[in-house]
């Protein structure tokens, strides 16, 4: 979402639109978005969202009106039950402005180092599947690095955001990708994939390490791994077959669904700790 942001803000800027930003400063009880979210609205357009439904809908109103007439920044309570259109339960406190010239840069700054400290996850292959990954992952809040040696395999289409290795060398991004970074792996080798799997298991920081493939293919890496010599809980840390959801659906889109989603729980968010809740509180 942050690069799509920064790429809409870099393009309002270049056309020179007015922007309003609307905040959530603070939340209570049961909230769509957390404190510290942020949207931006133009005239005609808008990037982000703090929470959809009837609150982003009157914020975004409020937001124009304000690009309108050029006023001063606003608080906005919005309770989320009883007659607000919402029945979530909580409340939330919007703060709505209008960055001048110097907030517009520290906003690119804020997506950008949130671009930066996003986790990597290297989409090794650019085939059918790899494609379809590629635009289903690319919205979500982590950098994608995505690598074949066959440059015209990547599709008419980069998505946003996307660092794309044409060359092929597999080898410097499993060296240079940081711990706790994920890779998917599905080139159109399986020779080659062995090889990428092995190079990411014997290094073992890897927060995930998924592979394209059956059961049958499984064990088969997994018997190379252990004629390597490589420890019994490397190979187990191995995700394959990917996107395990019970759905035996073989269509590229449906899968990269069903691996977007093993990302999110995967990769993206670790166990939920005890006491962690949706009714967390932020004092309004």
């Known amino acids: 979402m942050s690069m799509e942001m920064r790429a809409d803000l870099a393009r309002w800027r270049l056309m020179g639109q007015p922007v309003a930003r609307?905040?959530?400063?603070?939340?209570?009880?049961?909230?769509?978005r957390?404190?510290?979210?942020?949207?931006?609205?133009?005239?005609?357009?808008?990037?982000?969202?703090v929470g959809g439904g009837e609150l982003e809908w009157n914020a975004v109103h409020h937001a124009r009106a304000l690009l309108?007439?050029?006023?001063?920044?606003?608080?906005?309570?919005?309770?989320?039950?009883?007659r607000s259109g919402q029945c979530c339960g909580g409340e939330v406190m919007l703060f709505i402005d209008?960055?001048?010239?110097?907030?517009?840069?520290?906003?690119?700054?804020?997506?950008?180092?949130q671009r930066r400290e996003a986790p990597l996850l290297v989409l090794f292959g650019a085939g059918h599947v790899g494609r379809a990954l590629a635009h289903v992952l690319a919205p979500l809040p982590l950098r994608l690095a995505w690598c074949d040696s066959r440059p015209h395999e990547f599709g008419p289409v980069i998505p946003p955001g996307v660092d794309v290795h044409d060359d092929g060398d597999?080898?410097?991004?499993?060296?240079?990708?940081?711990a706790g970074s994920g890779a998917l792996v599905l080139t159109q080798s399986?020779?080659?994939d062995s090889l990428i799997v092995a190079s990411i298991l014997e290094r073992g920081d890897f927060?995930?390490?998924g592979l394209i493939g059956s059961h049958t293919k499984r064990r088969r890496f997994e018997m190379a791994f252990r004629a390597l010599g490589l420890p019994e809980d490397r190979i187990n840390a191995m995700v394959c077959p990917i996107g395990g959801q019970g759905v035996r659906d073989k269509r590229p889109p449906v899968i990269a669904a069903l691996v977007a989603a093993e990302i999110v729980t995967r990769f993206l968010h670790a166990p939920q700790e005890e006491g962690d809740a949706d009714g967390d509180e932020t004092r309004l």
């Open 68 to 82: 309108d007439t050029g006023g001063g920044a606003q608080d906005l309570r919005v309770d989320l039950g009883g």
């Open 207 to 209: 927060r995930y390490v």
């Open 98 to 113: 209008m960055p001048d010239g110097s907030g517009l840069d520290a906003i690119m700054a804020e997506l950008e180092r």
């Open 170 to 178: 597999w080898q410097r991004l499993v060296t240079d990708a940081p």
């Open 34 to 49: 957390e404190a510290g979210t942020f949207m931006l609205v133009t005239p005609t357009e808008q990037s982000g969202t």
């Open 190 to 192: 399986h020779a080659l």
């Open 22 to 32: 609307i905040s959530v400063s603070a939340a209570r009880g049961s909230t769509p």
